[in-house]
Every structure is written in C-alpha cells, then in structure tokens.
C-alpha cells in the first residue's frame, strides 16, 4: 500500500476504522443533564485506531466481537481483525496494544492479537476486578469475558500496566485522563500535521468538548471536564482532536480509496477548520451513518 507522508522513528501515520454504529440514538443520550438538542437523532460510531511508521504498528483499541453487536442492538461493519487487513496489517504481527479503557466497545478481541502486549492503566484494571462492579448502574459497560481476558493477558506476562502518563514510544505518548473512566487514557502521536491526540471516550463528540457539556457516562465529572481542557492543550489545534465516536470524523478526513470506513488522521483536514462550523452540531445529528 502506498504511504502518503515520510515515516520516521518519531511520526507517524494515523488511521480511524469504523467497525460499528449506534444509528438509533438520539441526543439526549449523549449529554449529562440538559440535552440542548430536543432529543434529536444523534447516531454514535465506533472506532478503533492504527498508528505506524516503518518501525512499528501500534493499534488503540481493539472493537467488540459480532455476537456482541447483535446482543447489543448495534449496526456491526466487520471484525477489527478483518478490516486491519484492508491496510496490510496481520493482527497476528501487531506486537502492542494500548487499551485506552475497559468499556466493551474498546476492548474486546483481545484473544485476537497473539504476539501484543496490551498497555493499560494499573486503575483501570482494579476498577473493573473491584468492588464498583458489583453495582450494575457500573458494570454495564463492560463485559465479564473481555475483564477475564485482560486478566489472562497479566498472568502471560503479556499486560503492561502503565500509571498516569508514560512515552510508549518515541512520538507517542499516554496520558491518563479519568473522568469516563478511573483509569482512561488518550493517546498524543506525533505526525506530519503535527501533534494530534487520539481522545478516545474523553470526548465522545466533538460537541460535548467545545460546548463543555460532558457525557452521561461518567464516573467522575471534574476530572471529565479537567480531561478536555488537557486535550485541548496536548494537540496541536482543534482538528489534531479526534473524538472516540463521532460520524462527523469520517467527512473531516480522506478516506482511503474504496474504502470510507477507513480515514487518514495525519493528513490535513477536509475544509475549513471544525471550530469555525457554526453547523458542526447540526451535522452531527444528521450525519448519514450507513
């Protein structure tokens, strides 16, 4: 596959892979309190991320399972192991994973990548194996089998925990973030554009960050809120974020030839900056998600 911009040790090539949709869902779903939006169609999608050069592939997240979208009443595109493929990566290769938190939509199929080594939050990992779980208004985000798997990865040697923020490698680094999650983490990737920051569930929307009107799944809603200033300060401008769920990322960036699920991070954005929209939230309620 051709590569659009030099790869060097310390930048890299990013990709989002929608794998599934929420198409159904409606906007006072996606706010806490207040929906300023009257309820209106609000899809949600789900992504997995792919960062690389010529030294190295690291995937950030690793998407749910098939059985789990039918229980889960979700639009489902194709295995994450199956879509890795459309850029020429063998899941078998991939030698790390950050798992940016435990919910099920980012951290199933762990049993796919054999050779990874998964890098998580120490916090993380004790809050879904603790006491919180036992409250089910807590543990329906996750699923007991992908928790097993995260705990059978540790007794392999093969979890690396980290604690707060950590340089995963040259040009890529982790910062824990909280807020969604005791133990979330985004991902900061040097590229050819500059620093963007791989948000993951600290910012479902591009909405919630700009208007500060943080997500209603939530365990702590200061450091939510702390988690999008931080991201704002970490990137290097406002399109260098990139939410974990919003249909809007795949009409701000190139999608590969033939394939619109699959669009390219490092590359500049389509049209005008995202903050200048003054129809950005618009769009988000009527973006087509099919």
């Given at each position: 596959?051709?590569?659009?911009?030099?790869?060097?040790?310390?930048?890299?090539?990013?990709?989002?892979?929608?794998?599934?949709?929420?198409?159904?869902?409606?906007?006072?779903?996606?706010?806490?309190?207040?929906?300023p939006?009257?309820?209106?169609?609000?899809?949600?999608?789900?992504?997995?991320?792919?960062?690389?050069?010529?030294?190295?592939?690291?995937?950030?997240?690793?998407?749910?399972k098939?059985?789990?979208?039918?229980?889960?009443?979700?639009?489902y595109?194709?295995?994450?192991?199956?879509?890795?493929?459309?850029?020429?990566?063998?899941?078998?290769?991939?030698?790390?994973?950050?798992?940016?938190?435990?919910?099920?939509?980012?951290?199933?199929?762990?049993?796919?990548?054999?050779?990874?080594?998964?890098?998580?939050?120490?916090?993380?990992?004790?809050?879904?194996?603790?006491?919180?779980?036992?409250?089910?208004?807590?543990r329906?985000?996750?699923?007991?089998?992908?928790?097993?798997?995260?705990?059978?990865?540790?007794f392999e040697?093969?979890?690396?925990?980290?604690?707060?923020?950590?340089?995963?490698?040259p040009?890529?680094?982790?910062?824990?973030?909280?807020?969604h999650?005791?133990?979330?983490?985004?991902?900061?990737?040097?590229?050819?554009?500059?620093?963007?920051?791989l948000?993951?569930?600290?910012?479902?929307y591009?909405?919630?960050?700009?208007?500060?009107?943080?997500?209603?799944?939530?365990?702590?809603?200061?450091?939510?809120?702390?988690?999008?200033?931080?991201?704002?300060?970490?990137?290097?401008?406002?399109?260098?974020?990139?939410p974990?769920?919003?249909?809007?990322?795949?009409?701000?960036?190139?999608?590969?030839?033939?394939?619109?699920?699959?669009?390219?991070?490092?590359?500049?954005?389509?049209?005008?900056?995202?903050?200048?929209?003054?129809?950005?939230?618009?769009?988000?309620?009527?973006?087509?998600?099919?």
């Amino acid at each position: 596959m051709k590569r659009d911009v030099p790869l060097t040790p310390d930048r890299y090539e990013v990709y989002a892979v929608r794998y599934a949709t929420h198409a159904a869902r409606r906007s006072a779903e996606n706010y806490l309190g207040h929906d300023p939006h009257g309820n209106r169609a609000m899809p949600l999608d789900f992504y997995f991320w792919v960062i690389r050069n010529a030294q190295r592939v690291v995937l950030v997240d690793t998407g749910f399972k098939s059985e789990l979208a039918v229980r889960r009443g979700r639009a489902y595109f194709g295995e994450p192991v199956a879509l890795l493929a459309k850029l020429g990566i063998d899941a078998a290769d991939i030698e790390d994973v950050v798992i940016t938190h435990m919910h099920y939509d980012h951290a199933g199929n762990l049993d796919a990548f054999p050779r990874a080594r998964f890098h998580l939050q120490e916090s993380e990992l004790a809050f879904c194996t603790g006491r919180c779980m036992g409250h089910a208004a807590l543990r329906g985000p996750f699923e007991p089998q992908d928790v097993a798997q995260a705990v059978f990865r540790l007794f392999e040697g093969r979890l690396r925990f980290t604690d707060g923020d950590s340089e995963l490698f040259p040009g890529i680094t982790l910062h824990q973030v909280g807020g969604h999650t005791p133990g979330l983490q985004v991902v900061r990737v040097a590229t050819a554009r500059g620093h963007i920051v791989l948000a993951s569930d600290a910012a479902h929307y591009w909405d919630n960050l700009r208007a500060r009107r943080p997500f209603p799944i939530v365990i702590d809603v200061g450091r939510m809120l702390d988690a999008h200033a931080l991201i704002e300060q970490l990137a290097d401008g406002p399109d260098h974020i990139v939410p974990g769920h919003d249909p809007l990322v795949r009409t701000r960036f190139r999608a590969l030839p033939g394939e619109p699920d699959i669009v390219a991070l490092h590359e500049a954005p389509l049209g005008k900056p995202a903050h200048q929209h003054a129809d950005h939230v618009a769009d988000a309620l009527t973006v087509e998600s099919d």
